[in-house]
């Protein structure tokens, strides 16, 4: 048996065989003169190759709806188009009988001369397609090769996917119902594939480092998510020992959500709400059975990313209005665009030197002002079907928030041009997620309606480790004093204005968290739906006075170690019950 240590990204436990994942895969293309007397053999070989891609996309297409809704299916509806265009493939023949070269080596050609024109094009829609245009092709390609393209939309049933790196995206194609964990070598804690899989609660441990090489496809292995643990080729007693924790964590979660509709409330009354965070609208449809009393964040870049941001503002009022629908009555924060970083949209962003410290998030989308104001006109309308708040991320400071808002306004002036009925009385918050914010949270909170802590950027910038790297990844302390003083001075600046504070970092669902973060005062914690019954629990075994002398204690100790220590013995008094689950 093999045990590799990595982080703990997404809890649980996950066994079953090993699916090593490599995206190398591209073949290289045959290329060879032919005569006149080949090129309808040729051409027949493309036209079997176009049904055959065909099929293989309208299978996935219908894969996508069913499982993530339509939305996520129409990028595949506009590969159907595309490789059922004539004027393609009449470039393909013209090419074919001119050149007098093998149907691969024609193919590979124009898709590489097609993607360049279009990708340098200076209209926007054109540039959108030109990566259609190099997946279609790799399709075609593939077939015509007879490759089999390993697809993680199309992974056998029940695997552990074992792979170097994941994008959010790829995590978003990934066919969930077959992976039951994932085991990665890179990624932290906060990355957007750990924030993924919590949400589609897959077991996950990141930061292996060296996972790729020391797991072979068909290897046994268990990820203990919950203890950043990969085995690989356990014995059976081991094997046993796990099933049986397995068994306790589902006794324990059913426990937990004995209390899903009781009132998150200390036992000497103080209430706080409790909300998710989501990332896509179908997970809005589960979070009330967790207890969610609304959604917290909602990421609304993956809706960019899934359909290779081809967001039209219909598409997502679509969305957006799906989202609020799903939870009648009930609030729900949408967060701006908040691409760049790890969320890069290939087509619509430059690769830069420093992306997390670059074009992300509201620089980008002041800086692209007709696609933040469509996103807008498409969240002001959506506003209509209940009651929903609208969140800038990445504000780090009263310009930046005032030009959002200025944007906001024209884009509010447009709908009402247009007839809609828009809400005068839309709330909009900012994110605090960068030092700088927090610092000037006083300032901040004079003009805006609610604050909500990003604690997953606030540490990557506060401590300046980058939140996708394993190797600084333990650097990123939420309890290191300077997180914490940020933290505190975010949410008393709000309170002194009179405004709620909220948290949507993955602080807010962190179990350990939870007492000091209530005697900060913290109004409202968000986080990955399955997180909400322990914090519940540990909020209603928990008094806000006793909490409040906790998080003064923390305030005054010097390294994060001590105030972990601090926490973990508070707890262990007080829930010694739960020490499994912390
Ligand atoms: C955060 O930074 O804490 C946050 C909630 O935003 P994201 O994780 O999407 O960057
Ligand atoms: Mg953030």
């Not at 960068?434 to 910038?461: C, E, H, K, W």
């Not at 190797?471 to 405004?499: C, E, M, N, S, W």
């Not at 913290?522 to 997180?531: I, K, N, V, W």
Request: contains cysteine; hydrophobic residues 45%.
């Amino acid at each position: 048996m093999k045990e590799l240590r990595g982080i703990s990204a997404a809890p649980g436990v996950a066994m079953g065989k090993a699916f090593l994942y490599t995206d190398d895969e591209s073949p290289s293309i045959p290329r060879y003169g032919i005569r006149v007397g080949d090129i309808e053999s040729e051409w027949a070989r493309l036209t079997d190759a176009v049904r055959a891609a065909e099929e293989e996309v309208r299978e996935l297409a219908e894969r996508a709806s069913l499982e993530m809704g339509v939305e996520h299916a129409k990028i595949f509806e506009a590969h159907l188009l595309m490789l059922g265009d004539p004027d393609l493939m009449e470039q393909i023949r013209d090419r074919l009988t001119a050149q007098k070269r093998n149907i691969e080596w024609v193919v590979w050609d124009l898709a590489r001369d097609l993607y360049q024109k279009m990708s340098a094009a200076q209209d926007a829609y054109l540039r959108e397609r030109a990566i259609d245009i190099s997946d279609v092709s790799q399709r075609l390609l593939n077939r015509l090769l007879h490759v089999k393209k390993m697809s993680l939309a199309e992974l056998p049933d029940d695997v552990v996917l074992v792979t170097h790196n994941l994008l959010p995206s790829d995590t978003l194609v990934m066919d969930k119902k077959r992976v039951k964990g994932i085991a990665m070598n890179m990624g932290g804690r906060t990355s957007h594939t750990a924030i993924l899989a919590r949400a589609f609660e897959i077991p996950a441990v990141l930061g292996l480092t060296e996972a790729t090489r020391e797991i072979a496809s068909g290897d046994f292995v268990i990820v203990d998510g919950s203890s950043g643990i990969v085995l690989v080729n356990p014995e059976e007693a081991v094997v046993e020992r796990y099933r049986g924790l397995t068994e306790r964590m589902r006794a324990d979660v059913s426990n937990l959500l004995s209390e899903r509709d009781l009132p998150a409330v200390t036992t000497d009354g103080r209430r706080v709400a409790l909300k998710a965070n989501i990332e896509i609208p179908e997970e809005a449809d589960h979070v009330l059975d967790h207890g969610a009393e609304g959604i917290g964040l909602y990421r609304s870049e993956f809706l960019f990313l899934s359909s290779g941001y081809k967001a039209d503002e219909e598409s997502q009022y679509e969305a957006y209005k799906r989202v609020i629908e799903a939870l009648p009555g009930k609030p729900v924060t949408i967060r701006t665009l908040d691409v760049g970083g790890d969320k890069i949209i290939p087509e619509l962003q430059e690769e830069e030197k420093n992306p997390l410290l670059g074009w992300r998030a509201i620089r980008f989308c002041l800086a692209h002002r007709e696609l933040f104001k469509t996103q807008l006109r498409a969240l002001i309308r959506a506003s209509a079907a209940g009651d929903l708040r609208i969140m800038f991320p990445m504000i780090s400071g009263i310009e930046e928030y005032e030009a959002a808002l200025e944007v906001l306004e024209e884009a509010k002036a447009e709908c009402r041009a247009k007839g809609h009925t828009c809400c005068d009385s839309l709330t909009v918050g900012l994110m605090v997620e960068i030092p700088s914010a927090a610092m000037t949270a006083d300032i901040l909170a004079a003009r805006t309606a609610f604050f909500s802590i990003g604690t997953n950027d606030l540490v990557q910038y506060s401590l300046a480790a980058d939140r996708g790297n394993e190797r600084v990844a333990y650097l990123a302390q939420p309890f290191h004093p300077a997180v914490l003083r940020f933290i505190k001075t975010t949410i008393d600046a709000a309170h002194a204005a009179g405004i709620p504070a909220a948290m949507c970092g993955e602080l807010a669902g962190d179990p350990m968290a939870t007492a000091v973060l209530l005697g900060f005062g913290l109004d409202e914690f968000s986080m990955s739906a399955a997180s909400i019954p322990l914090v519940k629990r540990i909020i209603r075994g928990s008094s806000a006075a006793d909490c409040a002398s906790l998080a003064e204690q923390a305030l005054k100790l010097c390294s994060y170690r001590d105030v972990e220590a601090l926490v973990r013995s508070w707890m262990d008094v007080r829930f010694p019950s739960l020490k499994s689950e912390l």
